[in-house]
Nanobody
Framework: QVQLVESGGGSVQAGGSLRLSCAAS????????MGWFRQAPGKEREWVAV???????RYADSVMGRFTISKDNGKNTLYLEMNSLEPDDSAMYYC?????????????????????WGQGTQVTVFS
């Protein structure tokens, strides 16, 4: 049974940093499709960053240059380093994964690509 467990969320002042982690069990992160999504109250879930099956990463325009997605296959863990945080980054952040291969080279990621989801970790950025 696949389980994704996020951690690392919290409250931080604007301009600060947080590092989210997503520990995967029952799932092999190597060569897989994994990513981060977020959802703020009253808004739709949106993709933030995805690490595709070929090692390519893609970022939403809103986080480009501030967030970095990475993966440790040995630990089966996905990370999201978030710097220069802004109040608009406040949301529940979800880790997502799928066993099928995916590519972000020419296609913007979609939530429908992912079968497995974590329970979410809250990020709150105050000004």
């Amino acid at each position: 049974q696949v389980q994704l467990v996020e951690s690392g969320g919290g409250s931080v002042q604007a301009g600060g940093s947080l590092r989210l982690s997503c520990a995967a069990s029952g799932y092999a992160s190597r060569g897989s499709c994994m990513g981060w999504f977020r959802q703020a109250p009253g808004k739709e879930r949106e993709w933030v960053a995805v690490f595709d099956s070929y090692g390519t990463t893609r970022y939403a325009d809103s986080v480009m240059g501030r967030f970095t997605i990475s993966k440790d296959n040995g630990k089966n863990t996905l990370y999201l380093e978030m710097n220069s945080l802004e109040p608009d980054d406040s949301a529940m952040y979800y880790c997502a994964a799928d066993s099928e291969r995916c590519s972000v080279r020419r296609t913007e990621p979609k939530a429908s690509w992912f079968t497995y989801w974590g329970q979410g970790t809250q990020v709150t950025v105050f000004s």
